[in-house]
């Protein structure tokens, strides 16, 4: 077996990944988050969307479909899951620190259930 991290990098990953499984289940993942961290998420999301050039009614589209939104199951999870990696780093760095807590928790359990 090839190891890719040692050392303090693997026992960060490893510590990581111990809190992630620990802190969330399937039955978590449906469960609304507060309601201020969906907010946080939903008017971010829409800020990044609404940044783009709308040529073709994708970024409208997007828009449409998030301000639809309610809080309910996984809709916040939805949204973030509607962006690629270069865009949810985007969006983990303009939401409050709770939220981008709470987001990197799902996206790492997210992850390990693949």
């Not at 270069?86 to 409050?96: C, E």
Request: proline letters at 3%; hydrophobic letters at 35%; zero cysteines.
């Amino acid at each position: 077996m090839i190891t890719l991290y040692s050392g303090p990098q693997r026992e960060g990953f490893e510590r990581r990944r111990q809190l992630s499984t620990k802190t969330m289940s399937t039955f978590d993942y449906y469960q609304p988050p507060a309601d201020e961290i969906f907010d946080d998420i939903k008017v971010n999301a829409i800020m990044i969307w609404e940044s783009y050039d709308d040529r073709y009614g994708y970024a409208s589209g997007k828009v449409h479909r998030i301000k639809d939104f309610e809080n309910i199951r996984d809709n916040a999870w939805t949204i973030v899951a509607m962006f690629d990696h270069i865009n949810q780093a985007r969006l983990l760095y303009l939401v409050s620190t709770e939220t981008r807590r709470a987001i990197t928790e799902m996206l790492t359990w997210s992850a390990e259930q693949k």
